[in-house]
């Protein structure tokens, strides 16, 4: 299983870290460095998360990785004149001059897909961001966007519990386009994912993770927390190759 791969221009370990309860606190930015210290590369954040204090913690956490954000959530968000506003909101807060990775968090439904992500295309050309992601789409969508910009990775929910995009993970695997699962540790996956935990003496979470890694080298699944423990045990689940009968039993 390949440990690690390439995102952007940049290659990071395929465990990243979420961050929609990251607070702008001391003990948050000190979480956050810890955890690129720990091994994560990749750290996702959104212009929506709490309130924009998610992005000021990791801007003044410095982070040497990829920072990943997202804008245009709610409708009428997604046109170019509040986008190209949130992109420059999101430069100010993560204390940047260039973003390493931005997704249209949403189709905005009162939007044109192709305004939408033209506009992030401009931000791209005049070195606001580096590259482009989508989130919660279908493969339709993405060649849509793709029209208009390179999309670098698309970020959808999906987890053991929540398969619906397994075409769109196949997409990306072809297409060279990085599979971010967002939520990859909701649910309970069944009752094979405790015994194999119990067999492995570790935590579902890292059975439910190393399924994810195993079902695709593109995917780079993000967990969400605010323990340096869990982001730990996170990352040893890279470590954590399952058997094709275990991965059969998953399934």
């Given at each position: 299983m390949?440990r690690?791969l390439?995102?952007?221009?940049?290659?990071?370990?395929r465990?990243g870290l979420?961050t929609n309860?990251?607070?702008?606190?001391?003990?948050?930015?000190?979480?956050?460095?810890?955890?690129v210290?720990?091994g994560?590369?990749y750290?996702?954040?959104?212009h929506?998360?709490?309130?924009?204090?998610?992005?000021?913690?990791?801007?003044?956490?410095?982070?040497?990785?990829v920072?990943?954000?997202?804008?245009?959530?709610?409708?009428?968000?997604?046109?170019?004149?509040?986008?190209?506003?949130?992109?420059d909101?999101?430069?100010?807060?993560?204390?940047?001059?260039s973003?390493a990775?931005?997704?249209?968090?949403?189709?905005?439904?009162?939007?044109?897909?192709e305004?939408?992500?033209?506009?992030?295309?401009?931000?791209?050309?005049?070195?606001?961001?580096?590259?482009?992601?989508?989130?919660?789409v279908?493969?339709?969508?993405i060649?849509h966007?793709?029209?208009?910009?390179p999309i670098?990775?698309?970020?959808?929910?999906?987890?053991?519990?929540?398969r619906?995009?397994?075409?769109?993970?196949?997409?990306?695997?072809r297409?060279?386009?990085?599979?971010?699962?967002y939520f990859?540790?909701?649910?309970d996956?069944?009752?094979?994912?405790?015994?194999?935990?119990e067999?492995?003496?570790?935590?579902?979470?890292?059975v439910?993770?190393?399924?994810l890694l195993?079902?695709s080298?593109?995917?780079l699944?993000i967990?969400?927390?605010?323990?340096?423990?869990?982001?730990?045990?996170n990352l040893a689940?890279?470590?954590?190759?399952?058997?094709?009968?275990?991965?059969?039993?998953?399934?």
């Amino acid at each position: 299983m390949e440990r690690t791969l390439t995102l952007g221009d940049t290659e990071v370990a395929r465990i990243g870290l979420g961050t929609n309860r990251l607070r702008n606190t001391p003990e948050h930015v000190e979480l956050v460095r810890q955890a690129v210290a720990a091994g994560i590369g990749y750290v996702d954040t959104a212009h929506t998360y709490t309130g924009g204090e998610s992005e000021a913690a990791i801007g003044a956490a410095a982070v040497s990785g990829v920072v990943g954000t997202k804008g245009g959530f709610a409708p009428g968000t997604g046109s170019p004149e509040r986008l190209r506003a949130q992109v420059d909101e999101s430069l100010r807060r993560l204390r940047v001059d260039s973003i390493a990775l931005y997704y249209l968090h949403r189709v905005d439904p009162e939007t044109p897909l192709e305004e939408s992500v033209g506009a992030l295309a401009e931000c791209r050309d005049a070195g606001k961001l580096r590259h482009v992601g989508l989130s919660q789409v279908d493969v339709e969508q993405i060649e849509h966007a793709r029209k208009v910009v390179p999309i670098t990775a698309v970020q959808n929910h999906y987890n053991l519990d929540e398969r619906r995009y397994d075409d769109v993970i196949d997409h990306c695997e072809r297409d060279g386009i990085v599979f971010v699962p967002y939520f990859p540790l909701r649910g309970d996956g069944g009752g094979a994912v405790a015994e194999i935990a119990e067999r492995y003496g570790v935590a579902r979470t890292l059975v439910k993770l190393a399924w994810l890694l195993a079902r695709s080298p593109a995917v780079l699944p993000i967990p969400g927390t605010l323990s340096l423990e869990h982001v730990r045990e996170n990352l040893a689940a890279l470590e954590l190759e399952l058997g094709d009968e275990e991965l059969e039993a998953l399934r």
